[in-house]
C-alpha cells in the first residue's frame, strides 16, 4: 500500500472517531447524565449485569410507586431498584423514603432510601459497556485507555507527518514545468 493509501485510511479512521465523539457530545449538551455500571443482576432482565446505566437527575416529589430510581446505598455503594412503596417520614415532615425491591430480588431492600439519597431515575442502558466503564476507571484499564488515546492523538497528527514527497519544480524561473522537451537543453 503506498503512503497516500495509508494516509487516506488514518484519515478515515480518525474522522469517524472525531465524528462519533462529537455526536456523543452534542447528544448529551445541557444533559445531567450520570453513567453507572450494573454490577449485580438484582434488575434483570431490564438492566442486565454489565450493562452502563444512563442516570438523569429527578425530584424526589415527582417519584412514585413502580418507578425505578438510582440511589447511595451507602457512602460507597450505588444501587438501582423499583419502588414498591412511598413512606413519609413521621419524624420530619415533608421527608419522604422509598421501600425498594430489584425485580430479579425474592425481598424487599432492608431500609428505606431516604429521599435525599436518590440520586436520579435510569434513561436507558447499554449493554455490556458496564464491563468496559469499570475496566477503564482502573489500571491496567486506566492505563490502556491513556494509551489508546494517545495513539488517537498520534493518528490525527500521523497524516501530515507522512506526507508525499512534494514534486520538483525547475529552478530556471522561465515558468516552465521542468520537463526537458528537447527543444531548449540548456546547451548552445
Do not use: W
Not at 457530545?25 to 431490564?46: C, D, H, K, N
Not at 425485580?103 to 424487599?108: I, L, S
Not at 514545468?177 to 548552445?188: C, H, I, L, P, R
Amino acid at each position: 500500500m503506498k503512503k497516500s493509501g495509508i494516509r487516506k485510511a488514518l484519515n478515515a479512521v480518525t474522522t469517524v472517531l472525531v465524528v462519533m465523539v462529537v455526536l456523543l457530545a452534542v447528544a448529551l449538551v445541557g444533559v445531567r447524565i450520570r453513567t453507572y455500571a450494573v454490577i449485580s443482576g438484582s434488575m434483570e432482565p431490564v438492566y442486565p449485569t454489565g450493562s452502563l446505566l444512563y442516570v438523569k437527575p429527578v425530584k424526589t416529589e415527582e417519584l412514585k410507586v413502580g418507578d425505578t430510581i438510582t440511589f447511595m446505598l451507602d457512602e460507597k455503594t450505588v444501587a438501582t431498584h423499583r419502588i414498591i412503596e412511598v413512606i413519609p417520614d413521621e419524624e420530619e415532615p415533608g421527608v419522604i423514603r422509598f421501600r425498594t425491591k430489584g425485580d430479579a430480588n425474592e425481598t424487599p431492600d432492608g431500609a428505606p432510601v431516604h429521599c435525599r439519597n436518590v440520586i436520579g431515575k435510569p434513561l436507558f442502558a447499554i449493554p455490556y459497556l458496564g464491563y468496559f466503564a469499570n475496566f477503564v476507571q482502573n489500571p491496567p484499564g486506566l492505563y490502556l485507555a491513556i494509551g489508546a488515546a494517545a495513539i488517537l492523538v498520534i493518528m490525527v497528527f500521523l497524516p501530515d507527518l507522512i506526507k508525499d514527497e512534494p514534486k520538483k519544480v525547475s529552478g530556471d524561473g522561465n515558468g516552465r514545468d521542468g520537463k526537458d522537451d528537447g527543444k531548449n537543453s540548456g546547451e548552445e
